[in-house]
């Protein structure tokens, strides 16, 4: 049910499970709990639609490698960042909950195993399609992966009525997570403010902050201020290990047997290192995208090759052209996780509500251009050895210097890491569980917990933490 | 005559040193480089490229 925030806090009630954010996390906490007879209280920043003054809210510099504008990267309303997300779903690999060869901080404290029994219930909130499994190409150290795609579910549109409805479900927006108390390794209220000047003291036994990747580092770094370090006793890792997966067109190709990598039946072909060569190439998770070209474009490719290479134009002209096809190559793959690629509190601009907006410090490294380099240069050897395709590499990848490029899509607005989960409070800021280290009461929902990110979108692994979450806070409640 | 050996020279007898030994297997691909996080990891070396492309050998 909808409350009115002011009569709701007058009456000082004790909420089971106060959840702070209704994106794809806190919406599959708020509606599983609920549902359950838990009195929950979901507080979301913005409203039912877009508005202007809280989406202002989001605002925030980039200093670091270049970013997409931090106000255009997610959205802040009911429903969040599924909104406007693509649906893309694929599970995390068991190998990248994992200590990875080319850098051991890739380790979660769990493993996929631990989220199975919650893949069910999160493919059905997001109604993934069935994601056939992976298939190996023989003689290429990729493998071909599978998505799901679409139909980018809107859970605004999919949860409206349940959290009208739902008795359980104490639902307030323009709600604004302000501070944290705590007394003795608990939270004792949350302090909300509105966009009138009211502010608010609620009470739970338990508090989820689910407001996105950067928007949890931040609130965690302000509360944390704000209480003198009481709330999150450790830390060194706060806002830190933030990780989106780079996006980037590396170039083309021209593929003299389409049928070898699956181009004869499919428009885009997904391929992916193996745990192998994961190992003897030093690289992390990389999705290398194949998307066909169009035959006039395929052919536009051929002529170009032909024009540089003329005894191989000599072949192509023997060859029929509807028999090859020209692709674009792109990539999505997982960034290293390291301490330097950070949230930060910008104490020199506040947002309306008087706390410093975000700071994105977004640091890409020499780990991150290997892995993409030889995922690359891995496909055009097998090309090349099998003497079936061609590869054209961007300049940014072709000269041997260190760079990425600086426009394009850049990332994939894939919001992860900053308040990473771990074992001990030394290297993250939330156990196994998402509870807040040195803290009884306080969780974290949604991607900002990922230690590592593996090159899946990372909205399914989320969802599945979330329902996860769910099942371990009602357990908790009995 | 001297029992001493003769000084060695290696302009005319070339050691197998092991610094020249590790250098040839890396010349030849069969060593192993330090990946970006000094971790061994093996590295693609990069084909000859005109304009981008990665050609081979015969295709000029």
């Avoid at chain 1, 979901?42 to 989001?58: H, I, K, N, P, W």
């Avoid at chain 1, 194949?290 to 192509?316: F, K, Q, V």
Wanted: aromatic letters at 6%; charged letters at 25%; a positive charge.
């Amino acid at each position: 049910m909808h409350i009115d925030l002011a009569s709701y806090a007058a009456r000082d009630p004790l909420a089971d499970v106060c959840i702070i954010g209704s994106g794809a996390a806190g919406l599959t906490l708020a509606t599983r709990l609920a549902r359950r007879g838990r009195h929950v209280l979901l507080c979301e920043g913005g409203d039912q639609v877009f508005t202007e003054r809280s989406q202002a809210l989001y605002r925030g510099e980039s200093v670091g490698d270049p970013y997409i504008p931090l106000d255009a990267a997610r959205l802040r309303f009911f429903g969040g960042s599924t909104n406007h997300w693509g649906g893309m779903c694929r599970p995390l690999d068991a190998y990248d909950f994992t200590a990875k060869p080319a850098d051991p901080r890739t380790a979660w404290p769990i493993g996929r195993d631990d989220l199975a029994p919650a893949y069910p219930a999160a493919a059905d909130i997001l109604e993934v399609s069935p994601i056939p499994p992976d298939t190996r190409i023989p003689g290429l150290a990729l493998k071909r992966v599978h998505f799901s795609i679409g139909p980018a579910t809107r859970l605004k549109d999919k949860y409206a009525d349940e959290v009208a409805r739902s008795p359980h479900l104490h639902y307030s927006r323009n709600t604004n997570l302000f501070g944290l108390e705590t007394r003795d390794g608990r939270l004792t209220g949350a302090v909300v403010r509105d966009y009138t000047g009211g502010a608010y003291r609620l009470r739970a036994r338990y508090v989820v902050l689910a407001c996105g990747g950067i928007e949890n580092s931040r609130l965690l770094l302000w509360c944390n201020r704000q209480s003198g370090g009481r709330v999150i006793r450790q830390p060194a890792t706060l806002g830190r290990y933030w990780m989106d997966h780079p996006h980037a067109t590396l170039g083309r190709a021209l593929v003299f047997a389409p049928a070898a990598l699956g181009l004869d039946a499919s428009q885009s072909v997904f391929l992916a290192p193996t745990p192998a060569m994961l190992a003897t190439r030093g690289v992390l998770n990389c999705g290398l995208r194949l998307h066909r070209m169009s035959p006039e474009d395929g052919e536009a490719l051929a002529t170009h090759l032909a024009l540089i290479a003329p005894r191989l134009g000599e072949r192509l002209r023997r060859q029929p052209p509807g028999s090859r096809c020209g692709v674009v190559l792109r990539a999505a793959w997982e960034q290293q996780p390291h301490p330097e690629s950070r949230v930060e509190l910008d104490d020199d601009d506040r947002d309306a509500l008087g706390m410093p907006r975000s700071r994105l410090v977004w640091r890409k490294t020499a780990l991150d251009h290997h892995t993409v380099r030889e995922c690359v240069l891995t496909l055009n050897d097998y090309l090349r050895r099998r003497d079936i395709g061609r590869v054209q590499l961007e300049p940014w990848l072709a000269d041997d210097t260190l760079q990425f490029p600086e426009d394009g899509e850049l990332a994939g607005r894939h919001h992860m890491g900053g308040t990473r989960m771990a074992d001990t409070p030394e290297h993250g800021i939330v156990d196994r569980d998402c509870r807040v280290f040195g803290q009884d009461n306080l969780y974290i929902g949604g991607s900002s917990v990922f230690p590592s990110s593996g090159h899946a979108n990372p909205t399914l692994t989320l969802v599945q933490l979330a329902v996860r979450l769910a099942d371990h806070l009602d357990a908790r409640l009995d | 005559m001297s029992l001493s050996p003769a000084p060695f020279d290696e302009t005319s007898a070339p050691r197998l040193t092991r610094r020249r030994l590790l250098a040839a297997l890396l010349a030849l691909g069969l060593l192993p480089v330090f990946g970006p996080t000094g971790r061994s990891a093996t590295t693609n070396a990069m084909p000859v490229r005109l304009d981008g492309w990665l050609l081979a050998p015969g295709d000029r």
